[in-house]
């Protein structure tokens, strides 16, 4: 069966820092692309950062030069450190890992809330 598991998140203060993680796992296909996605209240979800087996990355026009996202692809597992956090990124945080001929899969999401 495949998971995907977030950890981190939390509260934390304008200006501050968190780091998210993610594992894949439950299938021998290759997880090709891993992600970070996220949702506000009243919003739409959106694209903040993924990574690629090759290690291409594609961010958020919001979040350049603030976050960064790395991968451990022996472990499927993918981060993203977050620095000069901003009220406007609270959001519910999701991780997406897409295999190779399964297709995308979510996590369960994990809440970041960043107080003025």
């Known amino acids: 069966q495949v998971q995907v598991v977030e950890s981190g998140g939390g509260l934390v203060q304008s200006g501050g820092s968190l780091r998210l993680s993610c594992a894949a796992s439950?299938?021998?296909?290759?997880?090709?692309?891993m992600g970070w996605y996220r949702q506000a209240p009243g919003e739409k979800r959106e694209l903040v950062a993924t990574i690629t087996t090759g290690g291409s990355t594609v961010y958020a026009d919001s979040v350049k030069g603030r976050f960064t996202i790395s991968r451990d692809n022996g472990k499927n597992t993918v981060h993203l450190q977050m620095n000069s956090l901003k009220p406007e990124d609270t959001a519910v945080y999701y991780c997406?890992?897409?295999?190779?001929?399964?297709?995308?899969?979510w996590g369960q999401g994990t809440q970041v809330t960043v107080s003025s």
């Open positions: 997406s890992a897409i295999f190779q001929r399964i297709g995308r899969y």
């Open positions: 439950g299938s021998d296909f290759e997880v090709y692309v």
